[in-house]
């Protein structure tokens, strides 16, 4: 079963929105250590909305399980990275009008300035993984660039829930898991997952790892972090 990524932007969102001191995001990484959390990922946007360079630098000294920094193809992101080197960057789209992330990140139409970005990452001994949609000419596209893994998009399936359109979106993630796995790429999933639509795509053969943010802290304003990512765990380990 997979392994639990907790996107802990939002402790930040919450921070900025009064340009305070608190909550830490470097403490709310711990707390999601102490429920289970395999990864902790965060996204160091253009405008800074949430996370801040100064977060990406301390959570790199303090984390103990796995980095995972999402930012966009931008020469000024790609360079922070290389600067911090964290375990792994997802490279996404970024819009700033958009509320939060939008689709999967166009490989495709884009084959050279996101294998500039791989390569780029790549010589600073970073893995690199690719946020797409599961669309079978963006998985082919992540693995001529070699890139290490992809992050499926399951925002489709997470706005189709209990719908109609369900088992048509569940079915794309399938296939363009098995598609990532035949090309020989690290498979994860994430994006609008939540404590009830989440066991479904958990349940998808070969997928490593889910990142899950906003549900779990929407949780643990009611129970505390570190509860919140451990009935998360169990939901994505099926224990």
């Known amino acids: 079963m997979p392994k639990l990524g907790v996107n802990i932007d939002h402790v930040a969102t919450v921070r900025q929105a009064r340009r305070t001191i608190e909550p830490d995001p470097v403490w709310a990484a711990a707390a999601a250590e102490l429920g289970g959390a395999d990864q902790i990922t ?81 010589d600073c001994g970073i893995a690199v993984s690719l946020f797409i949609g599961p669309d079978l000419r963006q998985v082919e596209a992540a693995a001529s660039l070699r890139a290490e893994a992809i992050e499926l998009h399951t925002g489709g399936w997470a706005h189709a829930f209990l719908s109609a359109e369900s088992a048509t979106q569940l079915d794309a993630l399938l296939k363009a898991a098995q598609a990532g796995l035949e090309a020989g790429l690290t498979v994860d999933a994430g994006h609008g997952l939540t404590y009830t639509n989440v066991r479904p795509v958990a349940s998808i053969p070969g997928i490593r790892e889910l990142n899950i943010g906003h549900s779990i802290i929407s949780r643990a304003i009611f129970i505390g972090l570190t509860e919140a990512v451990r009935e998360m765990k169990r939901l994505v380990s099926g224990t």
């Open 42 to 122: 965060i996204h160091l946007r253009e405008d800074r909305r949430h996370i801040q360079d100064r977060d990406v630098r301390l959570l790199r000294e303090t984390v103990k399980v796995r980095l995972n920094l999402e930012c966009a193809v931008a020469p000024e992101m790609i360079g922070i990275a290389c600067d911090t080197r964290p375990h792994q960057v997802c490279l996404v789209p970024e819009r700033r009008e958009e509320v939060t992330t939008e689709g999967g990140l166009e490989v495709a139409g884009n084959r050279q300035a996101v294998g500039d970005a791989i390569m780029r990452l790549q």
